[in-house]
């Protein structure tokens, strides 16, 4: 069985696909090897060019244009089969996905079988929507913005004690992103001691 581990997060520099320096130190210091792990980040097109620093207030204005941008017919069109392909490089798939990330996911509209052996581990997730995927949900106890779109929906899986930047310094959401990694390398997706959420919407 081969497995893979990627993110999939708004672009605050839709210029390039490079991870950042926190995203790659946290798949460094997950249990995979350098071939089960996806170096680029949404829509996993070669970075075009080495990660950069946003301010925040310009990297905010650009996830909220993905977000809204994400639910129109083109988004799907423009991205699905790239997005597919990558998920598809291994048996088990193991998607990090950061704040909008579930929405952007959902919104590929890609379908249960293209994502059979994907699991979603949302942290900070804000989404009308959720994919046909197994999911895993993180929401940070400072973190207002997910934590309001766990009032509406009831989805949570695990607190941790991070703000909505800041999940990926999280020691409990390292722990509970390796626990996930060797779930998947032992063929059992989904969230320990409970059945797989797959699929529907979230309203």
Known sequence: MTLLVGFLTGRSDPSTTALSPAQSAFLDALPVAAHERLDVNF???PASGPWRPTPLPLASVRNARDYAGSRRPSFARRHAAAVGEALARADRTLVLAGSCGLELLANLGLDAAALAGVHVLAYGPVARSRPAASLEVVV???DALARAWVRRTGLV???VDAG??????SPEFAAIASAAVERLRAGAPGAAGRPVRRGGGIA
């Open 157 to 159: 899986d695990h607190e």
């Open 164 to 169: 909505h930047l800041d999940y990926l310094a």
């Open 140 to 142: 940070g106890r400072r």
């Open 43 to 45: 829509p996993y097109a």
